[in-house]
């Protein structure tokens, strides 16, 4: 009587599956690495899209004369801002101290992305807006769908008086900003 033996054996097992254990374990943390890299570039990109379109919304309320009828949440202490680079914001210290103001509140961000922007849906999410009231110019964007909202210093929402690269990502926060918004018209 031949008996056929078919499959494979135990030996065989063990190495086909320790392979694949080597491959998951140099594949799987460069998916997540890769993955939490995704997100960051999204949210970047989303506030780098805000940045433009709030560019774009102040500069028409600008020339409209209107720069002055928006509501702000507050202003921005420039000198408590961190960055990587630390003499990044000099000239606005310089010249825009107390110009700079913020917008976090849904109602007075809606008020100056709407219409300017096509997916209205980041709105649902954490977005601070900063510009210079007298130039209309914006200094920088915060955008997050992981927090629940941005402010300065402690409380109900995440700092964003920390803008290195390395808070951000720890935060989970796109941003995008500018050098500077100018230097007022002395009147």
């Not at 939490?36 to 990109?45: A, G």
Request: net charge negative; no cysteine.
């Amino acid at each position: 009587m031949n008996i056929m033996k078919k499959g494979f054996t135990l030996v065989e097992i063990i190495v086909v599956i320790t392979i694949i254990a080597i491959i998951a374990a140099i594949a799987v943390p460069s998916i997540v690495q890769y993955y939490k890299y995704s997100e960051d570039r999204y949210r970047n990109n989303v506030a780098r899209t805000l940045f433009v379109a709030a560019t774009n919304s102040l500069t028409q309320k600008s020339i409209a004369g209107l720069l002055n009828d928006l509501p702000y949440d507050g202003y921005v202490n420039l000198e408590n801002l961190i960055t990587d680079d630390e003499n990044f914001y000099d000239d606005e210290i310089n010249y825009n101290t107390g110009n700079i103001v913020y917008v976090t509140s849904k109602e007075n961000v809606s008020r100056i992305l709407d219409g300017y922007i096509m997916d209205t849906s980041v709105l649902n999410n954490a977005i601070l807006i900063e510009y210079n009231i007298a130039t209309g110019k914006v200094l920088s964007v915060f955008y997050s769908d992981k927090v629940h909202a941005f402010g300065y210093g402690h409380g109900n929402f995440t700092d964003v008086a920390n803008r290195t690269k390395e808070a951000r990502e720890e935060k989970k926060i796109g941003f995008y900003g500018a050098r500077t918004t100018g230097i007022p018209e002395r009147e």
